[in-house]
């Protein structure tokens, strides 16, 4: 166990119409003017957004509606919301929604107290502040409602890249996982791809950690392979939607990697280049290239492998671990070759230039090398 400092700032409201208080945790935060971002039509669709807005009256919370964000929300959609939190002077901004909203909503807190481009903070100028974010989780898989991240891509560059900052840590989030019951059989299965992404990229990577850290690893991918077959089958179950919803907010709130020394997230860096040039679903990505990714990896760690698979699936050896997990993504319906969500293996080296770049901004650009980048693809046609 190395040094390490584990400051997670953000308070979690978790549980049944939890969404009911948020104008109370605003108005007691000393906020009262907000910017209310949300994607397209699932908020209204459940009757969510009525909800929020009554509880935002009763508060005396003032808001500024910004719907319209898109799954894999873009840079120009994001300018347009920095110029609106600015126009209209808001305190604070209040995100409802996936993944997608809540960073989104991060980068235009960011953007409103800045007095240049929003992306500048995408490309390594450092953040100096941001509006207070607080969020409203419809959808469980990223861990934004519980970290420091956010992840935009610019749609004319094709780069997805991210912001990490203490600034950008909700100040409050709501997990009611009652939110997550309408989220559909595919998102639910792409939401359980991300989660284990999360906490296997440090799983296997990190070149020192502890027992209690892997076994939390463990523990969550255990947790998130039972409470989704449940899902799957019945998508309202209560207590697998609520279990789950907490794995994926544990998986990535910087719990699993405390104390932990060089590990790095070369699955994500891969799967990011795929989005941002596809536009397909993060975790459908993820699903792709993760077992390409361990087939390359694993003879590195072969300890690692072979501990995951015994623990985890209960098989002995590496490759067994990774064909256990590959398995399951295809059972949950999750893709796990490039055709199947229509990229052509042409397109290898393409992709593989697009995430060399995104490898040297996150300082892992020596071991992945463009032609590396594209041997590790090439295991996933
Ligand atoms: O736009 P609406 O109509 O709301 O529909 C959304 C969207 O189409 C829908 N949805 C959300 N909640 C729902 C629902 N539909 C029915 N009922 C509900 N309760 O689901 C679709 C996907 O939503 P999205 O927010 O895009 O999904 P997710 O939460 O997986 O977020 C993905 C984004 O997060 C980034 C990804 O790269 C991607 O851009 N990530 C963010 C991270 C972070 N901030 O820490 C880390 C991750 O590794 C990831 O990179
Ligand atoms: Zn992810």
Redo the contacts with the bound molecule.
């Keep these: 166990m190395f040094d390490f400092v584990f400051h997670n700032p953000t308070k979690i409201v978790f549980g049944r119409r939890q969404e009911e208080t948020i104008g109370e945790e605003l108005k007691n935060a000393g906020m009262r003017r907000v910017l209310f971002i ?6 209204k ?2 009757g ?1 957004f009525d909800r929020i807005t009554a509880s935002l009256d009763r508060s005396g919370i003032s808001y500024v509606e910004y719907g319209g ?5 873009v840079l120009s959609h994001t300018r347009q919301g920095v110029e609106l939190a600015r126009r209209e002077g808001v305190e604070a901004v209040l995100a409802v ?7 989104e909503g ?1 980068a235009i807190a960011v953007g409103a107290l800045a007095d240049d481009d929003v992306w500048n903070y995408f490309t390594g100028k450092e953040v100096a502040g941001a509006l207070p974010v607080f969020t409203v989780l ?7 409602e519980m ?1 420091g ?5 610019n749609e004319e560059t094709r780069q ?1 890249y ?1 912001i990490g900052s203490p600034h950008v840590y909700p100040r409050v989030s709501i997990l009611n996982p009652e ?6 059989r595919d ?1 639910s299965a ?2 359980a791809v ?1 989660a284990i ?2 906490v296997i990229e440090g799983y296997f990577t990190r070149q020192a950690g502890s027992h209690l850290q892997d076994r939390l690893v463990e523990g969550i991918i255990k947790t998130v392979i039972e409470t989704s077959n449940v899902i799957m089958r019945e998508p309202d179950n209560y207590p697998a939607r609520a279990e789950f919803m907490w794995a994926a907010t544990l998986a ?1 709130n910087g719990l699993t990697t405390a104390g932990l020394r060089e590990y790095s ?1 070369p699955n ?1 860096m891969i ?2 280049s795929l ?1 941002a040039i596809y536009n397909i ?3 459908a990505g ?1 699903a792709i290239v993760m077992p390409a990714w361990m087939k390359w990896y694993s003879a590195r760690a072969p300890e690692r492998f072979a501990r995951f698979a015994r623990e985890v699936f209960g098989r002995e050896g590496a490759a067994a671990g990774i064909s256990a997990l590959e398995e399951w993504f295809a059972a949950i319906d999750a893709p796990v070759r490039l055709g199947e969500v229509n990229i052509p293996a042409g397109d290898i080296d393409m992709i593989a230039a697009n995430a060399a770049a995104l490898a040297s901004k996150w300082g892992i650009g020596d071991l992945y090398r463009r032609e590396v980048i594209a041997e590790i693809l090439q295991l996933a046609v």
């Design positions: 949300y994607g397209r039509n699932s908020i669709r459940s969510l964000v898109v799954s894999n929300p929604g996936g993944g997608s909203v809540l960073d991060k419809t959808l469980a898989a990223t861990g934004s970290n991240n956010a992840v935009v891509t997805k991210n939110l997550t019951i309408s989220v559909p998102y792409y939401g991300d992404a999360h990535l997230f994500h799967e990011h989005s679903a993060h975790g993820l």
